[in-house]
Structure formats: C-alpha cells, structure tokens
Nanobody, 122 residues
Framework: QVQLVESGGGLVQPGGSLRLSCAASGSIFSINTMAWYRQPSGKQRELVGTVANGGSTRYADSVKGRFTISRDNAKNTVDLQMNSLKPEDTAVYYC????????????????WGQGTQVTVSS
C-alpha cells in the first residue's frame, strides 16, 4: 500500500507565508509526477502546481510568482512554499503523485493525500 501524508496547513494572515509538505511512503518503485491541488469550499478541485521527476515545474496562473513547488526524489517528498497569501488561496490542499509499485508495472497509478486546510484571513 501507499500513503501520501500532508502537513503544514493552518491559519495565516493575508500577505503571510506557509509551507506545505507531503511524504509518500509504502510500496513505491518510482514516482513520475508530484503535484499540489486545492479545493475551495463549494468549488471544484484545481491544479496548483506540478513537478516532474526531472524537476521541471508548472503552475496555475493564479499562484505564479507566489508559490514554489519542489521535491526530493530520494525522500519521496514534495513541498509547496506559499508566499504573499491571499484570502482566495483559502482551500483544502491535496498532495498528488503518480507512481509505479514495481519496475514492470505498465502505466502509472494515481494517489492522493487526505488534504490539509489552509485558511488565509485577518
């Protein structure tokens, strides 16, 4: 089995910073893409940013220049540094990974973390 466990959410004032972390553990041979998504209350889940195995990143327009995604392939972790936070960043943030359990797996299996709440409010 595989687990993705997020940490680092909480309450922060507008303009503040938070760092989210996610650790993947269990029966993992390799991880392809890791990402962060978020889901504001009453809205659909949306992509925040992705980081490929080789390190290339992609961000939603709404967070470019404010958020930075990074990963440690040796530890199977992905972080999201969030700066200049705005009230509209309030959401449950989910960690995502697509991975193989063993070398001979055909295709990648998708896994999600349980989510961590980020609230930006004064």
């Amino acid at each position: 089995q595989v687990q993705l466990v997020e940490s680092g959410g909480g309450l922060v004032q507008p303009g503040g910073s938070l760092r989210l972390s996610c650790a993947a553990s269990g029966s993992i041979f390799s991880i392809n893409t890791m990402a962060w998504y978020r889901q504001p209350s009453g809205k659909q889940r949306e992509l925040v940013g992705t980081v490929a195995n080789g390190g290339s990143t992609r961000y939603a327009d709404s967070v470019k220049g404010r958020f930075t995604i990074s990963r440690d392939n040796a530890k199977n972790t992905v972080d999201l540094q969030m700066n200049s936070l705005k009230p509209e960043d309030t959401a449950v943030y989910y960690c995502y990974a697509d991975l193989k359990y063993k070398r001979e797996d055909f295709g990648w299996f998708q896994w999600w973390g349980q989510g961590t709440q980020v609230t930006v409010s004064s």
